[in-house]
């Protein structure tokens, strides 16, 4: 059974940092296409970041210049580091990957998310 664990969400006050690690867990072979998404109360999930197998990354708009999305491809995790945190940031984040197991089947996998909350 594959899993992807997200882990780091918490309270923070704003200008403040978190870092976002997203585990694949199981028969996993490699992570390719990997991201950071996030959903806001009353709002569509959105795209933060995404990274490619190869590490090109893409950020929307609302956090260029402010967050990382970077991997380690040797522990199958993506990261996500989050500076100078404003409290629009607030959101449940959702970490996802094309997983290629074991047998060399890959699918996409979303984790099961984690509350991020700017306030002061």
């Known amino acids: 059974q594959v899993q992807l664990v997200e882990s780091g969400g918490g309270l923070v006050q704003p200008g403040g940092s978190l870092r976002l690690s997203c585990l694949a867990s199981g028969s996993i072979f490699t992570i390719n296409n990997a991201g950071w998404y996030r959903q806001a109360p009353g709002k569509e999930r959105e795209l933060v970041a995404t990274?490619?197998?190869?590490?090109?990354?893409n950020y929307a708009d609302s956090v260029k210049g402010r967050f990382t999305i970077s991997r380690d491809n040797a522990q199958n995790t993506v990261f996500l580091q989050m500076n100078s945190l404003k409290p629009e940031d607030t959101a449940i984040y959702y970490c996802?990957?094309?997983?290629?197991?074991?047998?060399?089947?890959?699918?996409?996998?979303w984790g099961q998310g984690t509350l991020v909350t700017v306030s002061s």
């Open positions: 996802y990957a094309v997983v290629e197991t074991l047998m060399r089947i890959s699918y996409p996998k």
């Open positions: 990274i490619t197998s190869g590490g090109i990354t």
